[in-house]
């Protein structure tokens, strides 16, 4: 009797430490294997060799025009070429300007306009229609007219991505007010806190992780915004290098440009991520 | 549930009478809400304190949306734009699905395109716009192909999380069944996977529009993009915003259709409930 539960403990124990993933069950011994680590990196090297070295046989062998779907090794050759003549860093500042204050607008903004929607009720039904409407809109439909209102220059782009960013900061940032813990609040009243200290010292501070979620959504969301509104109407940018470069057939450099949109895209995405884990501990787990 | 209501409970003893105003509390400050700000608009418009040329009014948007509604041209317009994202959603679907579970559920295929994925999905895929143009041309075969982007990558990964995440216990009971992994794919593994597929359709819906605009915008002949800037580029505002009400309404209508769908298939996500 005693030998089958503890049998049976055994079972569980090793059922439940054993959650991994489904397909590594497949390979008993893997866990063990030497090997383990590295095929990660095998097959991811060897995905990214099939891809391009097929792009660049495809290319070579004429089977598509070369003007249009040019070849890593033209790729690699075009940006280095812009690198080493500096014709890409005015696009990448512009681009960084742009996004940078169109961000910390909407931070600016954002954070505050959340935190106080989330701690009045009855602000946050008045403004709760708006914000849906606004959240479901594709707001790069507005770009015609934010660039009729402001022009093609710099004050246009960093609205732009004010408005695609502010929105999704406010609703993050409400939710985390909303969803501070019940228990919180009753430590703090049995304190005799006041409603000021309770805001300050609970809920702001368990906020910052859905501040954070807001932030990282806001900033894929802004990429698109600045790029859109410099594929639009600009003279300058990471946006208006891709395009331009599109419309006179220089394929080669509107992958260049593509390429750093997306190490840019990865690099920000990363940043946020990594903040966002040091907070995970602040962060209520919702069920 | 919060901690809020809680709070406003302990504090404040609310008189049950029959008609209790918490309860449409919500309702009539959001009407308040919704009415005051078209209010101002239209008031401001016509006080001349906001700009009726950059801003327009409510009621000259809907003059204009009657009026538009009532041309042939909006109807071509429309058309196109909702076969743009009919197209390119309903591939990106067909196609995101299959993908998704294939690459979850075949360890070596997701190291291969991890990488890609990756770096695809950090990508705003608007910035592909250009080049598609340059192969597909101004018809509406290079918006399809933004939208199709734009979707897929919202439904692929969420489709792959989700059978990474099949709960271990469904997968032990399949075995101890003797389930052959061709049973366990299908009726354990798949089924598992459809919330996550679903919030994936929603977030690709989002994505999808913005394809289409997008597209429109940059290079296209016809299409609801091509109205709001001609009628941006005529400073015909009223129309403009009529054109962006447009997708504001597509958009909620979209999105709350696929939250319906979700929450349908809500009961079925594991993890969740369990912890």
């Known amino acids: 009797m005693a030998g089958s539960v503890c049998r049976r403990a055994e079972r569980t124990d090793r059922v439940t430490t054993q959650t991994t993933a489904l397909p590594r069950s497949r390979h008993p011994g893997s866990t063990r294997s030497p090997w383990m680590p590295s095929e990660r990196i095998v097959f991811g090297i060897l995905g990214f060799i099939v891809v391009l070295g097929a792009w660049e046989a495809i290319s070579r062998l004429g089977l598509v025009k070369k003007v249009l779907l040019s070849s890593p090794s033209l790729i690699l050759e075009a940006g280095a070429n812009d690198i080493a003549s500096g014709v890409i860093w005015p696009h990448l500042t512009a681009t960084g300007v742009e996004f940078a204050l169109g961000f910390g607008v909407a931070l600016a903004t954002g954070i505050p306009l959340g935190l106080a929607i989330g701690w009045f009720r009855r602000l946050r039904y008045v403004v709760d229609p708006w914000l849906a409407a606004v959240y479901a809109t594709p707001t790069v439909a507005l770009i015609p007219l934010v660039i009729l209102v402001a022009g093609i220059g710099l004050t246009s782009k960093v609205i732009v991505v004010w408005l695609e960013t502010v929105v999704v900061v406010a609703v993050s940032t409400a939710a985390g007010v909303r969803a501070t813990e019940a228990r919180y609040y009753d430590i703090a009243r049995s304190f005799r806190a006041s409603k000021r200290t309770t805001f300050l010292t609970v809920v702001l501070p368990a906020s910052i992780p859905f501040i954070l979620t807001g932030v990282r959504l806001g900033v894929g969301r802004a990429l698109v915004g600045v790029i859109v509104s410099e594929f639009i109407a600009s003279n300058v940018g990471i946006g208006f290098y891709i395009s331009y470069n599109g419309t006179v057939f220089q394929s080669a450099r509107v992958f260049f440009g593509i390429i750093l949109l997306g190490l840019i895209g990865i690099t920000l995405g990363e940043l946020v991520r990594r903040i966002e884990r040091r907070f995970d501990v602040w962060r209520p787990a919702l069920a | ?275």
Not at chain 2, 50 to 63: D, K, M, Y
Not at chain 2, 124 to 146: C, N
Not at chain 2, 198 to 220: D, K, N, S
């Open chain 2, 1 to 275: 549930m919060t901690g809020r209501p809680r709070l406003k409970l302990l504090s404040r003893d609310r008189p049950r009478g029959q008609w209790h105003p918490a309860a449409n509390a919500q309702l009539l400050y959001g009407l308040a809400g919704v009415l005051g700000v078209l209010a101002v608009w239209e008031v401001g418009s016509r006080t001349g304190l906001v700009s009726n040329l950059f801003f327009s009014r409510p009621t000259a948007i809907i003059v204009a949306g009657i009026e538009e509604v009532q041309l042939p041209r909006f109807w071509v317009d429309f058309r196109a734009s909702a076969t743009e994202f009919a197209v390119g959603y309903g591939i990106a679907v067909l196609l995101a699905v299959p993908v998704g579970l294939a690459v979850g559920w075949y360890r070596r295929l997701q190291y291969a395109v991890d990488p890609w994925l990756n770096f695809l999905n950090a990508l705003p895929r608007v910035a592909l716009l250009p080049i598609l143009v340059v192969w597909f041309g101004l018809g509406l075969e290079s918006k399809i192909v933004i939208v199709f982007l734009g979707a897929f990558f919202s439904i692929v990964i969420p489709t792959i999380q989700g059978v990474k995440t099949v709960d271990r216990r469904y997968l032990d009971v399949a075995r101890s069944f003797g389930a052959s992994r061709r049973r366990l794919f299908t009726s354990v593994v798949a089924p598992a996977t459809v919330p996550f597929t679903t919030t994936g359709l929603r977030f690709g819906v989002a994505r999808a529009l913005i394809g289409v605009v997008v597209g429109e915008l940059y290079a296209a002949t016809v299409g609801l993009g091509v109205m709001i800037t001609r009628a941006g580029a005529t400073f015909q505002t009223d129309r403009m915003l009529f054109g962006v009400l447009i997708f504001t309404i597509a958009g909620v209508v979209a999105v709350e259709a696929l939250r319906k769908v979700e929450r349908y298939f809500e009961r079925w996500r594991p993890a969740q409930q369990a912890a």
